[in-house]
């Protein structure tokens, strides 16, 4: 489990290097749909579509996503 953070981590970080002019968001809930609902609605006041770039589970579920204008 401690592996799969440390993946999700730098996955996450070696994105957003690439992507610096990109806006990343994230949110958090109990189940996965709860927490995309809440990444969707964030996407939707800033006018952008988004992408998940990163998840994590476990007593809650983590979604980071970028934003795409």
């Known amino acids: 489990m401690k592996s799969f953070k440390k993946i999700a981590i730098v996955s996450v970080l070696s994105l ?3 992507s610096g002019f990109a806006k990343t968001i994230s949110a ?3 189940t996965l ?3 995309e609902t809440k990444i969707s609605k964030i996407a939707k ?3 952008a579509s988004y992408k998940i770039i990163g998840t ?3 007593n809650y579920v983590h979604i980071t996503a970028k934003l795409i204008k």
């Open 16 to 18: 957003s290097c690439f």
């Open 56 to 58: 994590f589970y476990g």
């Open 33 to 35: 749909d709860e927490a």
């Open 45 to 47: 006041k800033n006018n």
């Open 28 to 30: 958090s809930a109990l």
